[in-house]
């Protein structure tokens, strides 16, 4: 055999065996948990309700600063904001209420699988968030009538290793934003938490008339996540 048609069979051969490595490598790629289907954790291809993830790396992104700003940037069902820091979400002709009373919706907000207690989007702010699960269809076997449109799961950060952050901004009519926050982890012990503050101040228009805002004047926000793991898989938060 000639040099020249040895090099073409090795050619050929890493040819063929390329697309088959990466069609196995493609199939043992995880795939994505959710828990709020069915209140456990399960793979999303195992799940038939439709659900939305919205991760970690895309809050990190988004330029948002609330869920209700994140469902509005995603397309994520109907959301209407009010004035006064006030955001309704609607799923599937249902809606939360529009006053923020989770008693009175029919779309529920959870706050790490619980009853956030409240059905506006605008208070909860997303620096100590780490995923938000988006359940489309009546989820009331699970979450009762509350949930008859579909079910917002906000799931906020654990504190699995140590980390410290500090952000701020201004902007236009004196707007200002700044954020503190951190996870630790200490013998068994793990905490994650955030602490965030905005404000903007009323604005004059071109002949000199000054308008308050009708968004907000200012916001703070607190969120703080603890827990104990006190044997494997078994953790109280």
């Known amino acids: 055999m000639t040099a020249r048609r040895l090099l073409l069979l090795i050619l050929l051969a890493l040819t063929v065996a390329a697309p088959l490595w990466a069609a196995e490598q493609q199939d043992t790629t995880m795939d994505d948990v959710v828990v709020t289907a069915s209140r456990s954790a399960e793979q999303r291809r195992c799940i038939s309700a439709n659900i939305t993830t919205i991760d970690s790396a895309e809050l990190r992104s988004s330029t948002s600063r609330s869920v209700g700003e994140v469902l509005a940037e995603k397309g994520l069902g109907h959301i209407h904001a009010y004035p006064g820091a006030l955001t309704s979400i609607g799923i599937r002709g249902f809606r939360t209420d529009s006053h923020g009373n989770d008693l009175l919706g029919h779309v529920l907000i959870l ?11 605008a208070k909860f702010l997303t620096k100590n968030v780490e995923r938000i699960e988006i359940i489309r269809g009546p ?96 953790r109280v938060g």
Request: aromatic letters at 8%.
């Open 111 to 121: 706050l790490d699988g619980r009853r956030a207690g409240s059905g506006n989007a």
């Open 139 to 234: 989820g009331a076997v699970q979450y009762g009538s509350s949930g008859m449109g579909g079910v917002v799961n906000i799931i906020t950060r654990k504190g699995d290793k140590n980390s410290l952050f500090v952000a701020g901004g201004v902007g236009s009519f004196n707007a200002s934003e700044g954020s503190i926050g951190g996870t630790a982890n200490l013998d068994g012990v793990d905490f994650a938490g955030a602490f965030t503050r905005r404000s903007r101040d009323a604005y004059n228009s071109g002949d000199d008339k000054r308008y308050n805002n009708t968004d907000l004047d200012e916001q703070t926000a607190v969120s703080a996540q603890l827990g104990y793991t006190f044997a494997t898989n078994q």
